[in-house]
């Protein structure tokens, strides 16, 4: 089954005339993912791959309207009102490339998104992945196999990382999600948990945070209901208080978002955590996979 995407998902492309959103729009295609077309405004009429380009999206949702899924390849300062235009013309799944995207346009994002039942995944993720059945954004598709174990991480190369790990160890992935690294993101882990917890595909779920923010804590509230096996990994454990590192999100703030308070609400809601990407098989056999 996989979840988010699959070799059935529909799909269009914001930004498709952009040098990034063209040039990922044909690697998205040559995997295989159903793009039925695009959107830039001022530019309907035009062909990108073969693909035809709109002005808005809900004139390329009239002409293809079983598609359920967007990735977004616009600048940050456009990024709101390109998800809304999204989430106003129907689709489901929103993918934001784009990072650094203001604060207080992500609050209305997410509202709007809990509003509609839209998952959002972003700002700043590399997207999401079923592999050799669709892809959705920026990942590398020669790191990625076929297995049913799912991932989900706010690191982009994190999500590299797990999925080679598992691919190294003879196992595979059902979908790698990335969550996103801004500071403020769409949807925390917890809906994600859901869909693998639902997914038939899915034996156990990899779980990937890093220091900043509350969103491993808070999905340990519902890790505690899992059936599913859950193993996790934070990165960042000797980062120094107050310095970013990497991610516009990945920052400690007083005591809060250290990587000891994520590892200790993991492993009270019953996962297993790895302090090392090596250790992962390992968990995830004596767990039962």
Known sequence: MAILVDENTKCIVQGITGSQGSFHTKLMLDYGTKIVGGCTPGKGGQEVHGLPVYDTVKECMESHPDATCTSIWVPARFTKDAVLEAIDAGLKTVVIITERIPIHDMLVIRKKAQEKNVIVLGGN????????????????????????????SRSGSITYYLANTLQLAGMGASTCVGIGGDPLIGTGYE???KLFEDDLETDAVLLAGEIGGVYEEMAAEYIKKMKKPVVGYITGMYAPKGKRMGHAGAIIEGEMGTAESKISALKGAGASVATKLSDIPRLLKERGV
């Not at 992945?129 to 989900?152: C, D, H, N, Y």
């Open 191 to 193: 809906p994600i948990l």
């Open 125 to 152: 993720t590399p997207g999401v992945i079923s592999p050799g059945k669709a892809k959705v954004g920026m990942l590398p598709e020669s790191t990625f196999t076929g297995g049913r174990i799912g991932t989900v």
